[in-house]
């Protein structure tokens, strides 16, 4: 039966969106682990629907500066991501990267910020690819757009592109680990609720 809320999904189709974050993950691991040459694996990924103000709760304090790469979905999945990394996630990756120390959130350069536009985007694709080949659907992404700024600042963004189709958001959290330091991420993401039906049937659930 089709859902009209993000509320009504039931065990089974959070279990598919497991099994896409878990092969999505799993990809991008995969990817970073090229790009950056480390040994980098993934956790099994959470799956959550949750109001925005319980999103932002779990997510952090409001006014941590974070960096974050988004994205908007179009095609047969339409929807906004939002990848989101932490200070130390962020210094992580310049660091090895670019040879650089500690980074000042609200003074990257354009190169810091291309670097991690280049990880977000390859995070995102690679779980856009798991959907997109699970239930084969044909989804085409935006160019990435980054940003930097305290969170609830940038939870402002999806708020704003969905927020008229629903007051819920989809949050996959995971944990990478790189070189075996854990480096926590989240992955916002806000299919419109047609497009949550589209992907569901295509994967047989009906």
Not at 29 to 35: I, Q, R
Request: without cysteine; aromatic residues 4%; proline residues 2%.
């Amino acid at each position: 039966m089709a859902i009209s809320r993000y509320e009504e999904m039931g065990e089974l189709e959070f279990d598919i969106l497991k099994e896409i974050g878990s092969i999505g993950g799993g990809n991008a691991a995969t990817a970073l682990s090229s790009m950056l040459n480390a040994k980098v694996n993934m956790s099994m990924p959470a799956v959550k629907v949750l109001g925005f103000n319980a999103a932002l709760n779990l997510l952090g304090d409001p006014e941590e500066l974070v960096a974050a790469i988004f994205v908007e979905m179009s095609g047969e999945l339409e929807g906004v991501m939002l990848f989101i990394l932490t200070k130390e996630f962020a210094d992580e990756i310049v660091q090895r990267m670019l040879g650089k120390g500690s980074v000042d959130m609200l003074e990257l350069d354009e190169i810091d910020a291309s670097v991690l536009t280049e990880i977000g985007n390859i995070v995102i694709s690679s779980y856009i690819t798991a959907m997109s080949s699970l239930a084969n659907v044909e989804v085409e992404l935006s160019v990435p757009q980054f940003t930097a700024n305290m969170l609830g600042g940038i939870l402002s963004v999806p708020i704003a592109v969905m927020g008229q189709h629903s007051d819920r958001i989809m949050m996959i959290t995971g944990e990478f680990k790189i070189d075996g330091k854990a480096l926590n991420s989240s992955m916002l993401l806000l299919p419109d609720v047609k497009s949550l039906n589209v992907l569901m049937k295509k994967l047989g659930v009906e």
